[in-house]
């Protein structure tokens, strides 16, 4: 019954690799978000979407692609690995944009 | 856009202590204030937060107050308990994105 899954939980990876994070809601929201939290715990939004749609698209290189087949997944691709993208990534969703969000448990990627 | 900022960085209190930490916001419009509990290796989790049409809300030791003119906002745990020790962090939203303070560490002493 968990409300906001994500997998993996881990990923580790070489430079230059292509990975996905999937994620998955069950509470019958039209958001979802993706968020990147850094080595020093900030917390940034990269992605919104709603209802499949993308409605926030932050500065984020675009070797980064949200997919969204339907309302309730939100994967995220990433292409050409850098060492910088190493971070935890947080998937959230929320019935409105402007409601609570829900965070899933986070895929720590670690690209060496 | 809006930019928040927070503080403490770190705060660290005997159990049985309150703590306070505050929140700053810039964009005027924002209407809604979250704070997210983040305990180590978990997600972030929501304990409380308040509207902009609201000046304070309380939830057993959790509170916050809410000061639209000087925008600023701030949360106070009551009576800590080792079991409070976590980053805590608050955040804004306007129109469309929630946008997070840097969050603030803290350590509750048994």
């Known amino acids: 019954d968990t409300a906001v899954s994500q997998t993996p939980k881990y990923l580790v990876t070489q430079m230059g690799n292509d990975k996905s994070i999937k994620c998955e809601q069950n509470l019958g929201h039209d958001t979802m978000y993706w968020y990147k939290q850094d080595s020093k715990k900030f917390l940034k939004i990269m992605f919104s979407y709603n209802n499949k749609e993308l409605i926030i698209n932050e500065t984020v290189p675009n070797r980064f692609s949200p997919k969204s087949p339907d309302k309730a997944h939100l994967n995220l691709h990433i292409n050409s690995l850098e060492l910088g993208d190493s971070a935890v990534y947080f998937c959230?969703?929320?019935?409105?944009?402007?409601?609570?969000?829900?965070f899933g448990p986070g895929t720590r990627l670690l690209v060496l | 856009g809006e930019n928040v900022e927070q503080h403490p960085s770190t705060l660290s209190v005997q159990e049985g202590d309150s703590a306070v930490i505050k929140c700053t916001y810039s964009d005027s419009a924002s209407n809604y204030f979250p704070w997210y509990k983040q305990e180590l290796g978990k997600r972030p989790q929501l304990i409380i937060d308040?509207?902009?049409?609201?000046g304070e809300k309380k939830d057993q030791r959790i509170a916050v107050t809410l000061n639209k003119t000087a925008k600023h906002f701030s949360l106070h745990i009551t009576e800590t308990q080792p079991e409070d020790s976590a980053v805590y962090f608050c955040?804004?939203?306007?129109?469309?994105?929630?946008?997070f303070g840097t969050g603030t560490r803290l350590q509750v002493f048994p």
């Open positions: 308040i509207r902009s049409n609201v």
């Open positions: 955040a804004a939203i306007n129109t469309d994105k929630l946008i």
């Open positions: 959230a969703s929320s019935q409105l944009d402007q409601e609570t969000q829900y």
